[in-house]
């Protein structure tokens, strides 16, 4: 296979994921930022759709080998982190 | 870029896709073939969640552009008609 071709669905595929997470980061922190808000159980199950969401499309890049299952992985975990640390602040309270 | 190695990745991506409807479309028929069993309300989350996880990997791979987006409908179309049928039998019983 072309080596560039397959580089530029790579790079794509990777730009899209962590576009993605990112989206999924900025909606923990609106969260965050407003701890005084009481916890919202939808909120949380949004945020447990998104999630699912991404594993899934990380899971088909990585079958697709548009991207390395590490890679995915870091980008999840990165995600689970945060998510963790809303639910400390939460608990904490 | 290479019309060949974009080409593979496209045939790649729907083989998978259509893997994955395909299991689906067998968690539907196993549920047909018994609907003497009382419906299932975790089943039916199962297959919701399963239907969730597909449009979102057809929703991916058309914005990488690895397939049209019309291919994706009609591949979750599908899905859904044998869904609605599922949900008749249960509702006709």
Chains 1, 2 share one sequence.
Do not use: W
């Not at 980008?75 to 689970?80: A, G, M, Q, V």
Request: proline content about 2%; some cysteine.
């Amino acid at each position: 296979m072309d080596t560039k071709a397959q580089a530029s669905f790579q790079e794509k595929a990777l730009e899209l994921l962590t576009a993605d997470a990112d989206k999924i980061a900025r909606l923990i922190r609106v969260q965050m930022d407003n701890l005084t808000m009481p916890s919202c159980p939808l909120y949380e199950e949004v945020l447990d759709t998104q999630m699912f969401g991404l594993s899934r499309e990380i899971e088909f890049a990585a079958r697709l080998g548009l991207i390395e299952r590490e890679q995915g992985k870091k980008i999840l975990d990165s995600l689970e982190k945060e998510l963790s640390l809303l639910h400390d602040a939460y608990t904490d309270k």
